[in-house]
């Protein structure tokens, strides 16, 4: 994953686009572009559709200035915004046969457990079967351990990007962490995994 | 310190830093690397930590520099069509008509947006050299326009044929005549540029938009970006006059809608109202004087002799109630101070403020404070 801008820049630039600049607002698009189209592609996995969408809400930005407020996070904001366009697109297309838009959207993210740098078996084994765990949550524990530890987004982002309360993330995910915890003993053959036994 | 003894997996895995390291992006490599020495009973937490971590990875898409990029300029393409819809500031309930016209004016700049795009594309499909005549310029049918667009990174010097000198800055734009004709000198600018008129009779004339900055011999900096909100003149010596086109074409008739800027001032037009201000230059410099130049070095000088030579020296008008400051006595070296700066330390001491109001420089008293 490569750096990202810092909050502090993104928010230098939000402000620069705010006073009209177009180029402040490509540069947004260019340095938050590799997060957007990865969750994008997590909401619809389809490249050119991602992509279309992605130039449509900056240009909407582009055209709507104006009514545009400053952000307090510029990565956390474009989120929340690429997902309700995609949401409302794949709705548009779906009406034509199908005419019922469910809350339930579709999310599909595969964790792949970094373990090229770990050299014991046993470690690999273990981080292998968190993952498996962590692959076999409900999608919306998945997408909220996503939003977390892939994006880095704060509980209070999270709570915007998934249109929950801050109290419900917190709470969803301590439930994730603490199925994953069951999981593991019950399937864990007979090894005891200590998930927030300090909590 | 955090307190990293009693840490939980939750908090380790919720310490950014500690996810960073585990990721490969920290810079405190060797404080994790230590960690467990420090706090062996913490092992099997951290352990934990750490698994969860690695296996909360998800692999990139593949998306090239290249796509992004691409992609980017696939945007800037598409929003160059547009003019950004601004309304007015909180515009009180207006009539129909004032509403209609300010949208029928945009679809005019759209509409003006469009067609020099198109002209642009076809100027670009022709692979002509920089040098090219304007045949679209209403204005200047008659005289042969040569252009000049910077697309280097440094100002580029362009040198009229009346031998004034222009230096253009990049991704700006000037179209002139090979000669200059008849009874007016006149450019049109797109971005930025620096002027260095040479007098003659012949006002000078630079048209940026809807403004027009006039001169006679005197040196100044038009900036009128596209995309920026407002237009700026700059006046670096002599007297220039700045008014907008729409008004009159001919700056002689008493309209208000111009302004007179000497040096050190400069103009602001806001192209979405369409107002023109004046106001300062950003860094207010000394004006170049034959007689001996002013020190700045005061000793128990009254406030209002220091002012008036800060005024003469800058060529900026100061006003101030002159009974308010005489008692004011300052004891300074002013000499390596910006006029800003100077103005600070002087109201600073006499405690008084400044704002610049209309070109001009205002000093009060400052309203004392009640005592506790």
């Known amino acids: ?199 | 310190m955090k307190p990293y003894e009693s840490y939980t997996i939750d908090d380790f895995i919720q310490d950014e830093d500690f996810r960073d390291w585990v990721q490969g992006n920290s810079n405190r490599e060797s404080f994790w690397l230590s960690f467990l020495q420090q706090y062996p009973e913490q092992w099997e937490t951290f352990k934990h930590a750490e698994r969860f971590i690695r296996a909360t990875n998800v692999t990139d898409e593949r998306l090239s520099e290249a796509e992004v990029r691409k992609e980017a300029n696939r945007f800037i393409e598409r929003a160059s069509a547009f003019i950004p819809v601004r309304h007015p500031a909180k515009a009180p309930r207006n009539t129909e008509q004032s509403t209609v016209s300010p949208f029928d004016f945009r679809w005019k700049l759209a509409l003006a947006t469009l067609l020099t795009v198109v002209l642009g594309i076809s100027w670009y499909l022709s692979r002509p050299d920089l040098i090219q005549p304007f045949p679209h310029l209403a204005e200047a049918s008659k005289k042969q326009l040569v252009e000049t667009i910077n697309d280097t990174q440094q100002p580029l010097r362009v040198v009229l044929n009346d031998s004034s000198e222009v230096l253009l800055s990049p991704k700006s734009r000037l179209r002139y005549p090979a000669q200059f004709t008849g009874n007016s000198r006149t450019v049109y600018l797109t971005g930025e540029a620096s002027f260095s008129v040479k007098r003659q009779s012949q006002p000078f004339m630079v048209f940026t938009g809807e403004m027009v900055t006039r001169v006679l011999g005197t040196r100044f900096v038009v900036r009128a970006f596209d995309l920026d909100r407002n237009i700026t003149v700059q006046v670096l010596s002599g007297k220039v006059s700045v008014y907008k086109a729409k008004a009159k074409q001919e700056p002689v008739s008493k309209e208000v809608s111009g302004l007179i800027l000497y040096a050190n001032q400069a103009a602001l037009f806001e192209k979405t109202v369409g107002n023109l201000t004046k106001t300062l230059v950003a860094n207010p410099s000394l004006l170049i004087k034959s007689e001996k130049e002013a020190s700045f070095v005061y000793d128990e000088v009254p406030l209002p002799v220091i002012l008036r030579e800060l005024e003469k020296s800058y060529g900026i008008p100061i006003q101030f109630d002159e009974q308010n400051f005489a008692a004011s006595r300052i004891t300074a070296t002013l000499s390596s101070e910006s006029l800003y700066e100077k103005l600070d330390l002087l109201c600073k001491a006499a405690s008084a403020s400044y704002e610049i109001t209309d070109g001009q420089i205002v000093i009060s008293p400052q309203r004392v404070h009640a005592q506790k």
Not at chain 1, 42 to 69: G, P, T, Y
Not at chain 1, 120 to 131: A, N, S, V
Not at chain 1, 164 to 187: D, E, H, P
């Open chain 1, 1 to 199: 994953m490569s750096r990202r801008l810092p909050p502090n820049d993104a928010q230098q630039l939000w402000q620069e686009y705010r006073s009209g600049d177009m180029y402040a607002l490509a540069k947004i698009m260019q340095s938050h572009y590799s997060d957007l189209f990865h969750w994008g592609m997590r909401l619809h996995a389809d490249r050119e559709f991602v992509k279309d969408c992605i130039q449509e809400i900056f240009l909407n930005l582009w055209k709507m200035q104006e009514s545009i407020r400053p952000v307090d996070n510029v990565r956390a904001y474009l989120l929340v915004v690429l997902k309700s366009r995609m949401l409302r697109e794949l709705a548009k297309k779906q009406t034509a046969y199908n005419s019922s838009v469910s809350d339930e959207y579709a999310f599909s993210v595969e964790f792949a457990a970094d373990v090229h740098l770990i050299e014991e078996e046993h470690e690999i084994y273990q981080t292998r079967k968190l993952e498996y765990g962590i692959n076999h949550l409900p999608n919306r524990q998945k997408e909220l351990i996503y939003l977390r530890f892939y994006q880095n987004l704060s509980f209070e982002q999270i709570a915007d990007v998934m249109h929950l309360g801050r109290q419900s993330v917190y709470n969803l995910l301590q439930k994730s962490l603490n199925s994953l915890r069951k999981n593991w003993t019950v399937n864990g053959l007979g090894l005891v995994f200590y998930f927030l036994t300090g909590a």
